[in-house]
């Protein structure tokens, strides 16, 4: 069975989509000497060796990061500038080569595009299925299965079971999934583009099958952009009682969804801690059926170092988000305010004690800042807001993105003159969406920085003079000039690019003798920075994907280190059993204050 998304967009080619080979190329047999050895007598070149010189030259513009003239492609497949004229005329002809009118550069075709299309449409889906769905059967102990877009429901074409004693689910191939009430229906719809998700959504009949299906428009869109962002659904008991299920989608090379891959059983066997933790299980199958490397944000975490806890190192808090992120700390009360991004839900937690109130909030959440006039600030949807913990959310401040709703907010600070600087991001990570945002007292919302990756950690040094600011997807840390009477950063320069093997930079904190501390995702630690950019040294910690920072307590003097848990398998949550909790490290050092939003 073929499962076609049933869309018709542009191809970016790509050297990993079946557009070029590793082998090299056959050598053609010697010719006869001659003028121009590469030609025949009347200028033509013929046969084989013409398909290979001519597929030589289809694989050079490919591999070129940017076009290349007639001139450079003569020059490095070693051929006369005529032959090359020839053949880059004959492929154009053919549809597998454009030249650019301006510049003379040649491209890539659409005949190519059409041809890479025709792959993925003859994908054998069930077959690179198979060997998944059994793995994903045998370490769940559950049922594994695979489902398409079908019309306005969603069909199973092929499942595994475990073989064990209890309750079986009485449907299998061949059935079908409401779109709005299960898990493979939710994560197809959730990352189809945002046209064909709208278009879907406008005709969507949000029937009630049991008690837990989900009815509310916005309630649904909610829970949508949520599975965009984990990168998975779960789903429990909404389209049957007792059954519960969590899917990832299977990706062509558009990145839309072809199908989904899915573990489901009894919900008394698949609690929702066991169904968050199958979510990365069923992510990686997903993409290792579709062939797409996926997305950046939430990457394979690395091997537990083996470096212990750093001395000084203690656990503050010890609950247990999904993705605990910008943390802030509260003198007045002695309290620590941090969100968690993907179960929504903003924490206010005494280091002390150990004890947190948790105040579910009903969209995505980004960060949440103190308030000059009393209560908070928070970034929850698409919009910068005031917030309450009794009240809850209240007035909108400004809706910096109206036009992005595939877009979130990931993390926001305070500079010293009650200037909010808060970044976006894709929901799904995608490179180049972000911008970071000022919202000055008087409500006042400049763009900073556009064209971002993955939108983090900000910071000012003790003389307010640099802003640090970092783009995970780069691996980067920037530092800019900032002139705090004005707000303005400029001269952006990279301050820290951290090594792969090392992690990815995330949130960040100043210390009041100008070094940076930066949480290392997927790093197991916490690196410090000196006002150079040198490494000062590291702290380490017992999860592997620590968050965000912020410094609290007496004096300023304790590091707090939010982290995360998202994305980690069974086995690596057995590991790092504390994943997603709030961590504190004596610094010996006092932070810089981080200031509270004016308006």
């Not at 975490?301 to 808090?317: F, K, V, W």
């Not at 509260?330 to 947190?356: K, M, N, R, S």
């Not at 000062?536 to 994907?545: E, W």
């Amino acid at each position: 069975m073929r499962a076609r998304s049933g869309l018709t967009t542009s191809w970016k080619a790509r050297p990993d989509c079946g557009m070029r080979s590793n082998r090299p190329l056959r050598q053609a047999p010697s010719l006869p000497p001659r003028p121009e050895a590469e030609g025949a007598a009347d200028g033509s070149v013929q046969g084989t060796q013409a398909l290979l010189r001519a597929l030589r030259l289809l694989d050079l513009v490919a591999a070129a990061p940017a076009p290349l003239r007639t001139a450079a492609i003569a020059e490095q497949a070693g051929l006369s500038r005529a032959t090359v004229h020839r053949m880059l005329a004959a492929l154009a002809e053919a549809g597998l080569l454009r030249q650019e009118a301006e510049t003379g550069g040649w491209r890539l075709g659409l005949k190519v595009f059409e041809m890479a299309h025709r792959v993925w449409d003859s994908l054998d889906l069930r077959g690179a299925a198979e060997p998944e769905l059994a793995r994903l059967a045998t370490i769940s102990n559950e049922t594994a299965r695979l489902a398409v877009l079908d019309g306005d429901g969603c069909l199973y074409v092929d499942q595994r079971e475990a073989v064990r004693p209890g309750v079986r689910l009485g449907y299998g191939v061949g059935a079908r999934a409401a779109l709005h009430a299960s898990a493979v229906g939710k994560v197809i719809l959730a990352h189809l583009p945002p046209p064909e998700r709208r278009r879907r959504l406008t005709a969507l009949q949000l029937t009630p099958l049991t008690a837990a299906t989900i009815t509310s428009s916005d309630a649904f869109q909610r829970d949508l952009d949520l599975v965009k962002a984990r990168g998975y659904a779960v789903s429990i008991e909404e389209s049957v009682e007792g059954v519960a299920a969590v899917a990832a989608p299977v990706l062509n090379h558009l990145s839309e969804p072809i199908a989904a891959v899915c573990v489901l059983g009894p919900s008394f066997r698949l609690p929702p801690d066991r169904l968050h933790a199958l979510g990365r299980e069923v992510i990686e199958a997903a993409r290792r059926i579709s062939g797409n490397a996926g997305h950046v944000e939430m990457s394979i975490a690395t091997t537990r170092p083996s470096a212990p806890p750093s001395p000084g190192l203690r656990l503050a808090i010890g609950s247990r988000p999904f993705l605990g992120e910008g943390p802030v700390w509260l003198a007045e009360a002695a309290q620590l305010a941090f969100v968690d991004i993907l179960a929504p839900a903003i924490h206010l937690g005494d280091p002390a004690t150990g004890e947190e109130r948790v105040v579910p909030v009903p969209e995505l959440v980004g960060a949440v800042v103190p308030r000059r006039a009393g209560g908070f600030v928070a970034t929850i949807g698409n919009a910068i807001r005031l917030w309450d913990p009794e009240a809850g959310a209240g007035a909108v401040l400004a809706v910096p993105e109206p036009g992005k709703a595939s877009n979130r907010f990931n993390d926001a600070k305070c500079d010293r003159a009650g200037r909010l600087f808060a970044g976006t991001m894709a929901l799904d990570a995608g490179p180049g969406q972000g911008t970071l945002w000022r919202l000055d007292p008087d409500l006042r919302l400049t763009a900073v920085e556009t064209g971002l990756h993955v939108s983090n950690g900000l910071g000012w040094s003790p003389d307010d003079r640099t802003f640090y600011f970092t783009d995970t997807g780069s691996r980067t840390v920037y530092a800019y000039d900032y002139d705090l009477a004005t707000g303005t950063a400029t001269n952006r320069r990279p301050f820290v690019v951290v090594p792969e093997a090392q992690g990815k930079p995330d949130g960040l904190a100043v210390d009041a003798e100008g070094f940076v501390w930066v949480a290392l995702w997927d790093g197991w630690s916490v690196a410090r920075y000196a006002p150079d950019g040198q490494l000062d040294r590291l702290v380490h910690l017992p999860v592997p994907r620590p968050t965000s920072l912020a410094f609290g307590g007496e004096g300023l003097r304790t590091l707090f280190i939010t982290s995360a848990r998202v994305r980690l398998s069974a086995a690596q949550l057995a590991e790092a059993p504390l994943s997603g909790s709030v961590f504190a490290f004596d610094a010996g050092v006092a932070g810089v204050p981080v200031g509270s939003f004016g308006g």
